[in-house]
Every structure is written in structure tokens, then in C-alpha cells.
């Protein structure tokens, strides 16, 4: 599982505030911390200003790298601020996204392939999120024909069948599981991601829910995923998963992970 830590999101009031206010302190610590945790990327999402956007971008991508070396997941719609951010980056950063809406396709696929980025491709056009599974998979089939026509390789592209909360539509996770398990069967090499924590917005308890949806989700085929990852049961759940799934041999990794105290409430 690649971790994409979800932490540094301009739409998270805090956040916005240590944006709004150069706090590079605060941005520095939720680097650092993810970093320890086992984040293998960094998400960094300066809000959606647009006016405000690029420079912000750039001011937290200068902040974080001050303190880490961990690659960023560049999280916009706006391609002035992808080329700002790309401009500053130490290291070849996600992009974080395009889609099937054709402005985005236009404007973001030749920032990722001028700069050899891995790129998150997410299930929505023009006309929104489909509702079914196999609507979705017709968003993604486009997608990866232009990524393929681009020459990027399958496996540099995450594949974002979209979690959005149960708590308006009690089918959403289902339908969410169901496109990933298409897209496993028809794009093996292609990575699986999700900004998971949306499965469960608007809901109590909601750190128990998204664990519960990540053993779902690894069983559909996850590999990747925008999670918090300083929540230590996340953790537990996902070594815990991959054992029971057949991917650790001897459960070595398990009982190593049990050692070193990561299964421990
Ligand atoms: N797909 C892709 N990118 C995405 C999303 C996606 N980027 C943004 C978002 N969705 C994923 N990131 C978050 C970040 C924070 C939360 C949810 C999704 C969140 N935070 C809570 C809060 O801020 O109150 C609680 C967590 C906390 O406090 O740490 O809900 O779908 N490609």
C-alpha cells in the first residue's frame, strides 16, 4: 500500500489558516510527522483560489521540502499552479489530477508528460460523477487511451474510481468497489487510489468507517490511497489486510510489524 498522506489540504481550516498566515511551522510539523508515519507521498493541496493558488502552491512546496525529502502529490485543477509547483520541486512529483473533462485533459496531460510525472486519473467528465460502475469505466477507458496515446506507461497512471460518502448515497461504496474491481480485471498495470477518508464525511466515528472501507477497498484491488497517516489502527488494518490476502509470506511481515509494536492499540 502507498500511502499518499492527506494531511496538507488548503480546504482543512487549520490548514488554511497556516497557509493564509506563512505559518511554515505548523505546515512543517504535518510534514514531518507523515513522513515518520510511512507517508511514500506527500499530498499538498493549497485551496481553491484561483487567484491565490499558484503562489500558495509554491510557498508549501518550498516549506515542505525545507524539512523532507519525501515526493509530493501536487493535488489542483489549475494548470498555472501545477507549473509553478512543478518548477520548484527536488523531486518528480504526482500529479494530482486529470480527468475526463475535456479543459483539464488539455491543459494538465501535457504538464505530466513534458515532466515524466506519475499522474492520478479520476472517473468524472464535463457531465460529473457517473452513478454506475460501468458509466465510470467509460470515463476511465477515455482516460487511458489519451495516457496511452501520450506514451505513458499504465503503470504511472493511479486510477481514482472516486469514494464519495455513504452518507448521502448508501450505494456509494459499492459502486465504488465494483469500478475497481473492473478496472483490475481490464487495466492490470495501472495503480488503484482513492481520497478514501470521503467515503465518510458527514458521519460520526469516521476514522472506523474509512478502516473499515480500506480492507473492503484492498480486496477490490487498492494499492494506493490519500489517507491520514498518522492513524496507528489505519496502519494495523492494512498490515493486517495484506496478510490475510496473500501477500506476505510466512506472515513475516505481519509478525514483524507485531515486534516493532505497529498492532498494539
Ligand atoms: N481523490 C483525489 N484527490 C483528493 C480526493 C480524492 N484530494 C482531496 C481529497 N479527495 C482527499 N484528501 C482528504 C483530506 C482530508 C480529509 C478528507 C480527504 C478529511 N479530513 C478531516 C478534516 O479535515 O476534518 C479529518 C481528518 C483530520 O483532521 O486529519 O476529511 O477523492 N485524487
Known amino acids: 500500500m502507498q500511502v499518499i498522506g492527506e494531511k496538507i489540504n488548503g480546504t482543512r481550516k487549520r490548514v488554511a489558516q497556516a497557509i493564509a498566515e506563512r505559518d511554515a511551522e505548523f505546515i512543517q510539523e504535518l510534514a514531518q510527522k507523515q513522513t515518520q508515519a510511512g507517508a511514500a507521498w506527500l499530498d499538498v493541496n493549497a485551496g481553491t483560489m484561483p487567484r491565490q493558488e499558484p503562489e500558495d502552491l509554491v510557498w508549501l512546496i518550498e516549506t515542505i521540502q525545507a524539512v523532507v525529502d519525501t515526493p509530493l502529490c501536487l493535488d489542483s ?105 473492473l478496472v483490475r480485471r481490464e487495466f492490470p498495470q495501472a495503480h488503484l487510489t482513492l481520497g478514501l477518508s470521503n467515503i465518510s464525511f458527514g458521519l460520526p466515528a469516521r476514522a ?22 498518522l492513524d496507528r489502527e489505519m496502519r494495523a488494518v492494512i498490515i493486517t489486510t495484506t496478510t490475510l490476502l496473500g501477500r506476505d509470506r510466512h506472515c513475516l511481515n505481519y509478525t514483524r510489524a507485531y515486534r516493532a509494536g505497529h498492532l498494539e492499540s
Open 77 to 181: 485543477a489549475n494548470p498555472r499552479a501545477l507549473e509553478k509547483g512543478i518548477a520548484v520541486v527536488n523531486k518528480t512529483p504526482m500529479i494530482n489530477s486529470i480527468s475526463g473533462e475535456p479543459a483539464r485533459l488539455q491543459n494538465i496531460l501535457p504538464i505530466v508528460v513534458a515532466h515524466g510525472c506519475p499522474v492520478i486519473a479520476l472517473a468524472l467528465d464535463d457531465k460529473g460523477i457517473p452513478q454506475q460502475a460501468e458509466d465510470r469505466m467509460v470515463v476511465i477507458r477515455e482516460l487511458m487511451s489519451r495516457t496511452r496515446g501520450q506514451g505513458i506507461e499504465d503503470h504511472r497512471v493511479y486510477i481514482d474510481p472516486l469514494a464519495m460518502t455513504i452518507s448521502t448515497n448508501i450505494h456509494s461504496a459499492n459502486i465504488t468497489l465494483e469500478t475497481m474491481r
Open 208 to 229: 472506523r468507517i474509512n478502516r473499515t472501507f480500506m480492507a473492503l477497498a484492498m480486496q477490490a484491488g487498492l494499492d494506493s490511497a490519500i489517507i491520514d497517516p
